[in-house]
């Protein structure tokens, strides 16, 4: 059932949205269903629906099992619209439909900045969305991971007009060739031949092509599943077929519903088996999975001295928000969330990014693991670079806190950035506070990512360190780890 508009305050007004430049956008993604489309305005996320699509998505929403699903949090909380100014806008700006108000997530991320075990488990929360429903005479017509997001660690599907009426004589389910190339050949690419699928979903939105994995993969790894499955013998019947056969394309209706339901159901429980094969890498070859255990420039007092000084900086300065850049397996990311904090934590590497995401999942943290490399963030997307935005566009003004502990060294040794753009970009991500860690040049890690090199760097001190942060920030406390080489220092931004 879709509630009322709960009591909220009173949004901002016509007057002041238009005047801050925030008019009503349409998200991102939105624009594909002709059913209906999703708007953004002022932080608060709308759907315009038209009466045939409303007609459909009532009947859905008022079934036992999306009640359920909302109240698990595996489908996105949606309310009719109230009277305010802002509903008004929306409303005016889609005449003719019914306007839903959805229960917005902090910050949305897209299938490429998922590590393997987030887009697994958004592949599981489909197929039980898809088997779910059909007791009540609803499928879903599509199966793309851009159904879906993540609410911390949770998986959220937010694309309510997927669902629609299922004729029960109808045996087939007409999304899953696309869930097989948006999940299962993604993760078997990068589980089975070592891949990384963030790339390849960044550069083929609607997923991957058997044609292009049989390509890809050995001859016995065509030979054997699960890529047997999913991509060989999908190729080898694709040479004899005639693609402009209609029939190929057409749903098959059986005269008996319970035969036709039979089929249906053993289809998506061959995806559910398929899928369940498909297991993340533990053993992936990351330096940096176990890169605390074998750091020899930390003691466990110099790791317990970086976790209170987070944790005080949250507490002292009532830290809501925060954007953990390089975030590792999440030790001080899970040290925020635990006091209170929604975190996004981001990490070029995808396995740490992975162990990030199961330690969130198991102890029900508030923490959205992404991989995301900060000296190449994710790119604008899509259609006229609008249908997903870059990772800078949303983090940009969304943390009260970043946190770059153990990462400007990197950045500046390996990718070489000038610290004023370091400085620079932080003063951009955060609203308030800026919590660094500083790496001497003298420090072991250092010089070994240097590798001769440090006469590159023999201008960089502390005092110089703190000079640049110093034109954008202003110094707050500091604390010295043990080894006499390193320092943390809590920032403000300069108003």
């Not at 190339?181 to 690419?189: I, M, N, Y």
Request: hydrophobic content about 45%; glycine content about 6%; overall charge positive.
């Amino acid at each position: 059932m879709v509630r009322a508009a709960p009591a909220r305050a009173e949004g901002l007004t016509v007057a002041e949205v238009m005047e801050s430049g925030a008019a009503v956008a349409q998200a991102r993604s939105s624009f594909r269903d002709p059913a209906g489309r999703t708007l953004r305005v002022a932080g608060r996320v709308f759907r315009a629906v038209t009466p045939e699509g409303w007609e459909t998505l009532s009947a859905f929403l008022n079934t036992r099992f999306a009640r359920e699903c909302i109240a698990r949090k595996d489908l996105v909380e949606s309310w009719t619209t109230g009277e305010d100014e802002l509903a008004r806008l929306v409303r005016a700006e889609c005449p003719q439909s019914v306007v839903l108000e959805h229960q917005p997530v902090f910050f949305p991320s897209f299938p490429n900045e998922w590590p393997a075990e987030m887009l697994r488990a958004a592949a599981f929360l489909t197929l039980d969305l898809a088997e779910g429903a059909a007791p009540e005479g609803f499928g879903l017509k599509d199966a793309t991971p851009h159904n879906i997001l993540f609410d911390g660690a949770q998986p959220v599907f937010v694309d309510l007009l997927s669902f629609q009426r299922r004729s029960p004589s109808v045996a087939t389910w007409r999304a899953y060739s696309q869930f097989v190339r948006t999940f299962l050949l993604p993760l078997a690419v990068d589980c089975r031949l070592g891949l990384p699928f963030g790339p390849l979903l960044l550069a083929h939105r609607d997923g991957l092509k058997p044609e292009q994995v049989y390509e890809w993969a050995s001859p016995w790894q065509r030979a054997t599943p699960p890529l047997l499955t999913l991509a060989t013998i999908p190729v080898w019947l694709g040479r004899r077929l005639n693609p402009d056969d209609q029939e190929l394309y057409r749903e098959k209706e059986l005269a008996n519903p319970e035969r036709a339901r039979f089929i249906y159901l053993h289809l998506l429980r061959r995806a559910r088996r398929a899928l369940a094969r498909l297991v993340p890498r533990k053993n992936a070859a990351s330096p940096w999975l176990d890169y605390s255990a074998r750091a020899d420039h930390y003691t466990q007092d110099d790791l317990r001295a970086k976790e209170s000084f987070v944790r005080e900086a949250i507490g002292d300065f009532r830290v809501s928000s925060v954007l953990d850049v390089g975030c590792n397996t999440g030790r001080f990311s899970a040290v925020a969330a635990r006091c209170g904090a929604s975190v996004v934590a981001i990490d070029a590497d995808a396995a740490v990014t992975g162990r990030t995401w199961e330690l969130a999942r198991a102890a029900h943290l508030g923490i959205l693991p992404l991989v995301v490399d900060i000296a190449r963030p994710t790119p604008a997307a899509g259609w006229r670079n609008r249908e997903c935005d870059s990772f800078l566009d949303r983090a940009r003004g969304r943390f009260d806190l970043v946190l770059m502990l153990a990462l400007v060294h990197h950045l500046l040794v390996n990718e070489r950035v000038p610290l004023p753009e370091l400085v620079a970009l932080a003063a951009d991500l955060t609203t308030d506070l800026f919590l660094v860690e500083y790496v001497d040049p003298s420090d072991p890690m250092f010089r070994r990512l240097a590798r001769g090199r440090l006469y590159l760097h023999e201008n960089l001190s502390e005092s110089v360190f703190e000079q640049a942060l110093g034109q954008r920030f202003e110094f707050v406390r500091r604390r010295r780890l043990a080894g006499g080489r390193r320092s943390l220092s809590l920032w403000r931004k300069r108003t």
